[in-house]
């Protein structure tokens, strides 16, 4: 009989449980619209900055962007409020000497002009609840990037607040979002991956929310940001608005 692996059952901290599970589940439900995603997101940014300069990767999860960042010679500091997410990240790159990884939500990070551009993409932002912490979040990267720093931030569309089922051989993933009113919407994961001789049931539940374009630019730019380039369409598939912005 396959021994029944319990993981993540509500904990507090978004995808902490399932960590070790969320690059299994994200490859098998995305595939390669992530892994153009990547190579998009990487072109822009070899355009804005010289290898060798440091990146702050906000939200970094297991480090899809911190990796190739890495890979091209980037100083990187990569953040999330999950440990799990970066121990994951960690296990990749073992005492890397271009990887800082900072574990806090960015809205308490306290740093001053480190870093000559950041990246905040891939929902980071729908984590955000309220509108201090909006604010609170970029008043902190502003802080992190030097004078004339650049940021890549992305707002999920309304579209893309919607359930996401896969299952193939190995794995059933149910991700559904339940919309609370107010722009605030329950997500929920309740997902299973099978091998051999176990059966890992993942569960986890959190608010995200839906940010209003202009509420959102509102923000940006009372903390000091111009909005550069909308960047929208180059990202046209990838169910978020991004913005590349500037520290004026
Ligand atoms: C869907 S993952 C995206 C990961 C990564 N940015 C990517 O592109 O693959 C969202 C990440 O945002 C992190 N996160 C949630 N709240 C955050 C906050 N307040 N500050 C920074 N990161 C946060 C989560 O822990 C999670 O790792």
Redesign the pocket.
């Given at each position: 009989m396959k021994a029944i692996l319990k993981e993540g059952i509500l904990g507090s901290?978004?995808?902490d449980s399932w960590a070790n599970s969320y690059d299994q589940l994200?490859e098998a439900s995305f595939g390669s619209h992530?892994a153009n995603l990547t190579d998009l997101t990487m072109e822009i940014v070899l355009e804005l900055s010289e290898p060798s300069e440091s990146i702050l990767?906000?939200?970094?999860?297991?480090g899809?962007?911190s990796l190739p960042l890495i890979e091209s010679n980037f100083y990187v500091s990569s953040?999330?409020?999950?440990a799990g997410?970066l121990s994951q990240l960690a296990t990749k790159l073992p005492n890397h000497p271009n990887l800082e990884l900072i574990h806090c939500?960015?809205?308490e990070l306290e740093m001053h002009e480190r870093h000559h551009g950041a990246?905040c993409?891939?929902?980071?932002s729908s984590?955000?609840l309220d509108e201090s912490?909006l604010s609170n979040?970029l008043r902190s990267i502003y802080n992190a990037l030097l004078p004339n720093g650049w940021l890549i931030i992305d707002r999920t569309l309304t579209t893309s607040f919607s359930d996401t089922v896969f299952q193939n051989e190995r794995i059933q993933r149910q991700a559904m979002i339940e919309d609370l009113g107010g722009d605030l919407y329950r997500f929920t994961e309740q997902s299973t991956i099978s091998s051999s001789n176990d059966i890992k049931q993942i569960n986890d539940s959190f608010l995200i929310r839906y940010w209003e374009e202009d509420l959102f630019l509102d923000h940006v730019k009372v903390t000091g940001f111009s909005v550069e380039q909308d960047l929208s369409q180059v990202f046209a598939s990838s169910g978020a608005s991004f913005y590349l912005l500037r520290k004026n």
């Open positions: 901290v978004p995808h994200f992530l990767d906000i939200g970094a999860g297991t899809r962007m953040l999330d409020p999950s997410m939500p960015v809205a990246l993409i891939f929902t980071v984590y955000w912490t979040s």
